[in-house]
């Protein structure tokens, strides 16, 4: 696993975006947590500031970062501040956590081409924040809808084409 990245994203609950990001190519694990919080060792009854968001590690010889981003602007709302779906809160909001100054490079030109393409009403809000540490979730919300096929979600694909246009 020395070759394969890190990439730390929220977009609402955390559920749908693993239940998404698993089968994508390149994706080699998933997993749910909480992130850019106050306190220590969140739980999903004290978390508070922390996104509901997911790690994903993937092989970048098979998937890109960008391609990351271009895949979570698609299957997300980016335009609602603190909402996905029935769900409200700073816990679901849009945010990137980048590690490094390539990846936030990379993520505010996601942003540019996202805005740009016009598919969105609205302009993305989505929030670029330092890396911060990330606490793995409860076991119970890890896979959530492969244990509950009919578990609440409000992530699904709302565009199939690609924003990058290389």
Not at 15 to 39: A, H, K, S
Request: glycine fraction near 8%; proline fraction near 5%.
């Amino acid at each position: 696993m020395s070759n394969y990245k890190k990439a730390y994203i929220a977009g609402g609950c955390f559920w749908g975006m693993e239940d998404l990001f698993r089968t994508r190519p390149g994706i080699v694990d998933t997993e749910v947590g909480y992130q850019g919080g106050e306190n220590e060792n969140p739980t999903y009854r004290n978390h508070p500031g922390h996104a509901e968001g997911i790690e994903l590690t993937y092989d970048p010889k098979v998937t890109s970062f960008k391609e990351i981003l271009d895949y979570f602007f698609r299957m997300h709302n980016p335009t609602t501040v603190d909402q996905q779906g029935n769900d409200r809160g700073s816990s679901y909001r849009s945010a990137i956590f980048y590690q490094n100054e390539k990846e936030k490079a990379e993520a505010e030109e996601m942003i540019a081409l996202v805005n740009e393409s016009g598919k969105w009403p609205d302009k993305v809000v989505t929030t670029l924040e330092p890396f911060a540490p990330f606490w793995v979730a409860e076991d119970y919300h890890q896979d959530y809808l492969v244990k509950n096929p009919n578990g609440y979600t409000c992530h699904f694909l709302r565009f199939e084409d690609s924003f990058i246009k290389e």
